[in-house]
């Protein structure tokens, strides 16, 4: 993870993050929603309501083991989060920062224009 903690605490993420968040967890082995909740650093019930928003869009399923729910990414899943991580690492975003964006890096450096003489 590139920002610390205080760092990620001190802004609110976008619904499109926590989801990613979610679909990034379950994909690395958190697999039972407390696992979820923690690797994601949400709260229990935000946890619980983007996993069943998850469920309904098909990003994800329930499976049951012995008794306990379990969730693992669906196809849909997979190609959702691969499309994601393929974006934001051609566009670079995860190194974007307020800090190191700077006005000149968003536009094309304008160059002095010529002056032209009236004294003819």
Known sequence: MSESYFEAASRRRSRLEVKISIL???NEGATR????MYHSNLSWSFAHTFV?????????????????KSFMLTER???ALAAYTAVTTELDLGSLTAENVEE???RPEIKEVPRISTND
Do not use: C, H
């Open 52 to 68: 069943r928003i998850l469920e309904r869009q098909g990003l994800i399923s329930t499976i049951v083991l012995k008794g306990k």
């Open 24 to 26: 990034k967890a379950i």
């Open 104 to 106: 000149k890096e968003l």
């Open 77 to 79: 899943g997979k190609r």
């Open 33 to 36: 929603q407390t696992q979820i």
